[in-house]
C-alpha cells in the first residue's frame, strides 16, 4: 500500500502555478503505514484450495450424510467467505444444487488451514425422495462468489478412501455452515 500525504503548510506557490516548499528544496514522499495496517487476506480461490468430498457411513434410512474439506494450498492466507459452490451432475442433464441455510461467518484460512461444510441429502429410495435422483462419483465445486468457470470436479470417496457415489434425491443437498478444521482431511485434488 502506498500512501500520499499533502499539507498546505510550508508550501509557496512558484512562478508556474506549482507548489514548492518554503526552503526552496524538494522533500521526497514517504509513504505512511501503521503497524495496525496489516495487508488484509483477500477471498480464498478454488484452484487455491485442495478438495476432498468423503461420504459418512449410513446412520439413517432418510437421510444421509458427507463432508466437504477444502485446505489452503496456496503461499497466502485466504478467507472462505460464505458457501461453496457445490453440485452433483448427471452428466450434462439432471443436477442437484447444495443449498446453504443461515449467514456464514468469514472463514480466515492460512496456509494448510482448512474448512469443512457438512453435507445433508436425501437417498433413492428413502420415503419422500421422489424420483428426481442423481447418482455420480464425483461433484463440482468451487469456492464462495467465484465464477462456475472455476468451478473443480471433486471425486466422493468413503471413509476408506476407497471411490464412492452420492445417489441423492430431491431439490438441493443441504450445506451447514462452514467451520474451521484444524487437520484438514487427507485431500485428492
Known amino acids: 500500500m502506498v500512501g500520499?500525504?499533502?499539507t498546505a503548510c510550508g508550501h509557496k506557490a512558484g512562478e508556474d502555478g506549482t507548489a514548492?516548499?518554503?526552503s526552496g528544496v524538494a522533500s521526497p514522499?514517504?509513504?505512511?503505514?501503521?503497524?495496525s495496517e496489516a495487508p488484509k487476506p483477500t477471498e480464498c480461490r478454488t484452484g487455491?484450495?485442495?478438495?476432498t468430498l468423503v461420504l459418512?457411513?449410513?446412520?439413517?434410512?432418510?437421510?444421509?450424510n458427507a463432508l466437504l474439506t477444502a485446505a489452503n494450498k496456496g503461499p497466502k492466507t485466504c478467507v472462505f467467505a460464505g458457501y461453496p459452490g457445490f453440485s452433483v451432475h448427471n452428466g450434462k442433464a439432471n443436477s442437484i444444487e447444495g443449498v446453504g441455510h443461515g449467514h456464514p461467518k468469514p472463514v480466515t484460512l492460512h496456509k494448510g488451514a482448512g474448512v469443512t461444510v457438512d453435507l445433508q441429502y436425501t437417498p433413492r429410495g428413502a420415503k419422500g425422495a421422489g424420483d428426481y435422483c442423481?447418482?455420480?462419483?464425483?461433484?463440482?465445486v468451487s469456492a464462495p462468489h467465484n465464477p462456475d468457470?472455476?468451478?473443480?470436479?471433486v471425486p466422493v470417496m468413503d471413509t476408506h478412501h476407497a471411490a464412492a457415489q452420492i445417489d441423492a434425491c430431491g431439490d438441493?443437498?443441504?450445506?451447514?455452515?462452514?467451520?474451521?478444521?484444524?487437520t484438514p482431511a487427507t485431500t485428492t485434488r
Open 4 to 6: 500520499l500525504a499533502v
Open 20 to 22: 514548492t516548499p518554503a
Open 29 to 35: 514522499s514517504v509513504p505512511s503505514v501503521t503497524s
Open 48 to 51: 487455491s484450495l485442495t478438495w
Open 56 to 64: 459418512l457411513p449410513t446412520k439413517s434410512s432418510s437421510r444421509r
Open 134 to 140: 442423481v447418482k455420480e462419483g464425483e461433484a463440482l
Open 149 to 153: 468457470r472455476e468451478r473443480t470436479n
Open 172 to 182: 438441493s443437498i443441504s450445506l451447514s455452515l462452514p467451520h474451521y478444521t484444524t
